[in-house]
């Protein structure tokens, strides 16, 4: 058991209480007030008067945070242990209660830091009437309460500290803010440089709790009644709730959908919307709109223990839902903006362009153990068509002739299928063999002829390199195949120099 550390040795040992107050002693807390430089320099000055004058053994200073709903020490004298936690140790649920609604409690007996005391006493330390910010304990190791003089001593400084916690407490969320604004500015640049909805669901996963204080953040979307996690972060990976889809209800998504601003959903309204199992304390759910309606798509953060939930967190996660909607339509548009350059409008296939970028990328790498197949595909007499049918159906040939060129290569991840120009298309296939690209050419073949209204043939013309080789020479070698194959009566495949049988 440790001792004790006694201030006011020699005075301990009084049983009798005083009867009166001395003015020094007013003069020499008031001057403590007055001379602190901070909070914790105040709480020193008194703790070490009051254990003097008051002959006290123990004096403890909590601080009460409304949103944890949690008492944190902010100062003590007189015991030894740097360990010791009241909140825990000699605070119960029912004592913290009852100062929260302003009223004194005396303890007769108990034990701090497995020191037995005889008697203690717990004030509120009250801002207003009904605003307590705190709590200031006073102990003693022998069986001897305070007298009406003590406690004229008590009402001095219980009020000062009491103001004094209350301007630090504004002072912590005034910082809290300033860092809020910061963190915000940070995730806002990061999102602003954000080429991909991967990189902003990363960032917005990830810089979302630690703006609005919360200890996860998970982007989801709801899809064809399933809600679909794109990605998630917390910021203790080893403990605490995590998210698991199965747990959500039907009518999670229904709330989801028609969300237009934050919704917080505190634990008592969980089990409507997650099913049994573990679960957060509560959940904010943040809608990611777009520029005309919902899209289905949220952020979902959670406490992992009880959090008193400020409006200006609630109002500052649209603040932060904005930021992130605005990102990712900005990402939505460069990405669409991407496909139209890099893909033919009317079939959906790479375009002329993207042709010659993979050709002159391709070309250079091809070698004998991955050789570079190039095919050029020509649907026959497709002018004819065209005249015959009106241009219209000749659009639609074309993009039946592209589905079916999709879908042959569609198990073929090295394989890509181009729009040359008009009634022109092409195959680039690395790591195959020839019989790869023949068995893709037939079923492009048969797909086209069992489908196909008016029905059509093809002719293809195929070149293969397998070391470097400049890709307009490539592109002239399948190109003259091409030809090849159409002059030889056309729905043929040439390849190189040699001449495949009709198919």
């Not at 005396?106 to 005391?117: F, H, K, P, R, Y």
């Not at 022998?142 to 500290?161: G, M, Y």
């Not at 504004?170 to 990189?199: G, P, V």
């Not at 659009?395 to 879908?407: G, K, P, V």
């Amino acid at each position: 058991m440790s001792e004790p550390t006694i201030l006011n040795d020699g005075m301990n040992g009084a049983e009798s209480h005083r009867a009166f107050v001395s003015l020094s002693e007013i003069a020499q807390l008031q001057a403590a007030i007055l001379d602190a430089t901070g909070l914790e320099d105040m709480i020193y000055r008194i703790t070490k008067i009051l254990s003097m004058t008051l002959e006290v053994d123990i004096i403890l200073v909590l601080g009460y945070d409304r949103n944890d709903n949690t008492m944190n020490l902010l100062g003590k004298l007189g015991n030894r242990n740097e360990q010791y936690n009241p909140a825990t140790d000699i605070l119960t649920p029912d004592t913290v209660d009852q100062i929260l609604r302003g009223e004194t409690v005396t303890l007769s007996q108990g034990e701090i830091d497995s020191v037995a005391i005889s008697f203690g006493i717990w004030y509120p330390l009250r801002l207003a009437k009904d605003r307590i910010v705190g709590m200031l304990g006073m102990f003693r190791l022998k069986p001897q309460s305070l007298s009406a003089a003590d406690n004229i001593v008590l009402e001095t400084v219980l009020r000062s500290i009491a103001q004094a916690i209350y301007q630090n407490q504004q002072m912590t969320i005034q910082k809290q803010r300033i860092q809020r604004l910061e963190r915000i500015e940070i995730m806002s640049r990061e999102l602003t440089s954000a080429t991909s909805t991967q990189k902003v669901i990363e960032t917005a996963v990830h810089w979302t709790p630690l703006i609005l204080g919360f200890d996860g953040a998970l982007w989801g979307e709801v899809r064809d009644r399933q809600f679909i996690l794109h990605g998630s972060y917390r910021q203790n990976a080893s403990s605490g709730w995590q998210p698991e889809i199965s747990q959500f209800h039907v009518s999670w998504y229904e709330v989801i959908k028609r969300l237009q601003r934050p919704l917080l959903i505190p634990y008592h309204r969980l089990p409507r919307f997650l099913s049994k199992g573990p679960k957060p304390s509560d959940l904010l759910i943040i809608p990611l709109l777009g520029r005309t309606q919902e899209t289905g798509r949220v952020l979902v953060l959670w406490h992992d223990r009880f959090r008193r939930m400020a409006a200006e967190i609630i109002s500052m996660g649209s603040v932060v839902g904005s930021h992130v909607s605005t990102a990712w339509q900005n990402v939505e548009l460069l990405d669409k903006l991407r496909y139209q350059i890099d893909h033919d409008e009317l079939t959906g296939l790479w375009n002329h362009r993207a042709l010659w970028r993979d050709l002159n990328q391709n070309a250079e790498k091809a070698c004998q153990e991955s050789p570079l197949w190039f095919a050029m595909l020509d649907v026959d007499n497709f002018k004819k068509i065209n005249d015959a049918f009106g241009h219209r159906a000749g659009d639609r040939i074309l993009q039946q002739f592209s589905a079916a060129l999709r879908q042959a290569i569609a198990d073929k991840p090295t394989v890509k299928g181009y729009r040359v120009g008009g009634d022109e298309f092409a195959l680039m296939a690395s790591s195959s063999s020839r019989q790869d690209v023949m068995q893709m050419i037939d079923r492009i073949y048969q797909d086209i002829r069992l489908n196909l209204n008016p029905p059509i043939s093809m002719s293809v013309g195929i070149a293969a390199i397998t070391g470097p080789l400049s890709s307009e020479l490539l592109f002239q070698q399948a190109d003259r195949a091409l030809y090849t194959a159409k002059d030889s009566g056309k729905g043929r495949v040439f390849c190189a120099s040699t001449t495949s049988p009709e198919i």
